[in-house]
C-alpha cells in the first residue's frame, strides 16, 4: 500500500483537475453460453476518467449466482413492454448514491447487451449523509407511487435499518432491489486487512439481510479492495475527498452493479409469481370481470371512436370507495431552517408518514410551533387534526395521519415556522374510457397498492361503445 510521495502528489494534482469532469461509464458483460467469471469493461478513454495513474483498466466480477434475485429486470430487459415504456430505476440514498450519476452507465450498455431493451428511465432522491433508516420514508412516498422496475440504494447504516427499507418496497412493489457494499474510505483505513466491515457498515449482517430476503447483493467492497491492492494503491486512489468516489470510483461501483444483469445458474423466483397476464371474462350485459391476486391491476387495450365508457368496481364496490391510497413527497418549504455546511431543508424533515384509517383524499399541512419538535397538522379537508412533537410517535385525531419518529430526519434543526407539505388521493380510477383514435393502444393502471390478496374488478358499462381489451396485467408483490 505504499508509493513514492512524488507520484502521489501528482496523482492528487491529476484527481483534482478531473474532478469536474462528467461521469461516463460502460460495461460490456462477456457474452458466453456459460455464466461468465468477469466482465469486460469497455476501453474508450471516458470510461478511465480519473483512473489513477500506472493502474489497470478495472474488470468487474460476475459470478455464477450473480444476478439470481433479477429475474424480472432480465426478462424486461431482453424483451421490452408492450406497448412500449422505459424501465424505470429508482436510486435512493446518500451522496454515495447520488455520485454514481443519473443513469448514464445503464444507458450506454443496456442497449448493447440486450437489443430489445426499453428506454432506460433513472430516478433517484438523496440527502446529505442519509442512511437506510430515512429512505423508507422516500421509499414509500416517491418509488411505491411509481412502481418502478428496480431499485438501487448505495449507502451506510444499520442491516436493521435496511431490512425495512426492503420490506417496505418488496410489500408495495415487484421491483427488484440491488444492494451493494460500501467502497473503502479513509475512515476504515484501520480496518484495512483485518475486517471486511466499514465503520458505518457491518458488510455481513447487511450479506444476510439480502439473502434473507432475496436481495442482490454487489459484493463491491470486497472487489474495490482488491483492485487496490492489485495495483498497490493506497485507499485515496479512488476517492475525490476522505470519503466519496472519485469519477474512476463511481465507474467501478456502476461496473459492478452491471455486472449483475446476466443470466445466473438459476433463479430465486419464478418472474410470473410477481407479474403476469389474464384474460377478463365479458358478460351477456357487456361487462367485463376478472378475479386477480395482488396489490395492482393494469388495462392494456385499444380505442375506437366508438368506444365505450365503463364504471370501475373493486371486490363490488366502486372504486371511489376503496381504501387504497398514495401519497405525495413530503415537501419542506423552500424558506425553512438550514443549518450545518451544504445543509438542505430536504435533510431536516419527516420523510415519510403512514396513513391510518378513514383516510380522506386531500392537502395536508405540518407547522412546526416550537425550536423543540413541537407541531401542528392540518388537512384542507379534515382542518386541524391534532399537535405532536417529532421525537414522539404521533396519530392524528382523525386517525388519518401516523408519524414515526424513527424516520423524521434532523429534526432538531427545524425551527418555529417551518412547513411541509403532503398530498393524500387514491390509488384507483373511477372509470376509463375507450373512446378514441382508431386502433390507438393504451395501458393504464386500474388500481395500486390494493391489499394484496385476492379482488374482483368489473368493468359495468355506463356509455356504451366498443371495449377492446388485449389484457390485464396483474401484479403480486413478494411480501403480503
Request: hydrophobic content about 35%; aromatic content about 8%; some cysteine.
Amino acid at each position: 500500500m505504499k508509493r513514492g510521495r512524488t507520484g502521489f502528489v501528482f496523482f492528487l494534482l491529476m484527481k483534482s483537475i478531473l474532478l469536474f469532469l462528467s461521469l461516463s461509464v460502460a460495461v460490456v458483460i462477456a457474452a458466453d453460453t456459460k455464466p461468465a467469471q468477469r466482465s469486460v469493461v469497455t476501453d474508450e478513454p471516458l470510461q478511465r476518467v480519473g483512473k489513477p495513474e500506472g493502474a489497470a483498466d478495472y474488470v468487474a466480477k460476475a459470478a455464477p449466482t450473480d444476478g439470481q434475485h433479477l429475474a424480472l429486470t432480465l426478462k424486461k430487459l431482453e424483451q421490452g413492454f408492450d406497448p412500449p415504456r422505459p424501465f424505470l430505476i429508482w436510486a435512493l440514498g446518500s451522496s454515495y448514491t447520488n455520485m454514481l450519476g443519473v443513469g448514464e452507465p445503464w444507458k450506454a450498455t443496456i442497449p448493447r447487451l440486450f437489443p430489445n431493451a426499453p428506454e432506460i428511465r433513472y430516478e433517484k432522491m438523496v440527502g446529505n449523509s442519509c442512511p437506510w433508516q430515512y429512505l423508507r420514508g422516500w421509499a414509500r412516498h416517491l418509488a411505491v407511487p411509481d412502481q418502478p422496475d428496480l431499485v438501487i440504494t448505495y449507502t451506510n447504516g444499520n442491516a436493521a435499518d435496511l431490512e425495512k427499507l426492503i420490506i417496505e418496497i418488496k410489500s408495495n412493489t415487484t421491483a427488484d432491489i440491488i444492494v451493494p457494499s460500501l467502497h473503502w474510505r479513509e475512515r476504515d483505513q484501520e480496518l484495512w486487512d483485518k475486517s471486511e466491515n466499514a465503520m458505518d457498515q457491518d458488510v455481513a449482517a447487511v450479506r444476510e439481510v439480502c439473502r434473507k430476503h432475496e436481495v442482490e447483493f454487489v459484493e463491491s467492497r470486497r472487489d474495490w479492495a482488491e483492485y487496490l491492492k492489485a495495483n498497490n494503491l493506497p485507499i485515496p486512489a479512488l476517492l475525490k475527498d476522505a470519503v466519496h468516489q472519485s469519477n474512476y470510483g463511481a465507474h467501478i461501483i456502476n461496473s459492478n452493479i452491471l455486472a449483475h444483469i446476466r443470466k445466473p445458474e438459476r433463479f430465486s423466483y419464478d418472474p410470473a409469481s410477481r407479474e403476469r397476464s389474464l384474460q377478463p371474462e365479458k358478460r351477456d350485459d357487456g361487462s367485463f370481470k376478472a378475479t386477480f391476486t395482488g396489490n395492482r391491476i393494469d388495462l392494456v387495450g385499444k380505442k375506437s371512436p366508438n368506444g365505450g365508457s365503463f364504471k370501475i368496481l373493486i371486490d363490488g364496490k366502486p372504486a371511489a370507495d376503496t381504501a387504497a391510497f398514495l401519497m405525495s413527497y413530503v415537501q419542506p418549504d423552500k424558506k425553512n431552517a438550514a443549518e450545518g455546511k451544504g445543509a438542505n431543508p430536504r435533510d431536516q424533515s419527516p420523510h415519510g408518514v403512514t396513513l391510518g384509517g378513514n383516510v380522506v383524499p386531500q392537502s395536508w399541512t405540518i407547522v412546526m410551533t416550537s425550536d423543540s419538535g413541537d407541531y401542528e397538522i392540518t388537512g384542507s379537508v379534515t382542518g386541524a387534526d391534532g399537535k405532536g412533537n417529532a421525537f414522539k410517535p404521533f396519530t392524528s385525531t382523525s386517525g388519518q395521519i401516523l408519524i414515526d419518529p424513527d424516520v423524521w430526519r434532523r429534526a432538531e434543526r427545524n425551527r418555529t415556522g417551518d412547513r411541509f407539505t403532503f398530498d393524500v388521493r387514491r390509488s384507483v380510477l373511477d372509470e376509463i374510457s375507450f373512446k378514441g383514435e382508431a386502433g390507438e393502444r393504451f395501458a393504464t393502471r386500474l388500481a395500486q397498492v390494493l391489499p394484496n390478496r385476492e379482488h374482483t374488478l368489473e368493468l359495468i358499462p355506463t356509455q356504451p361503445g366498443d371495449a377492446a381489451i388485449e389484457r390485464l396485467d396483474v401484479f403480486e408483490p413478494p411480501m403480503k
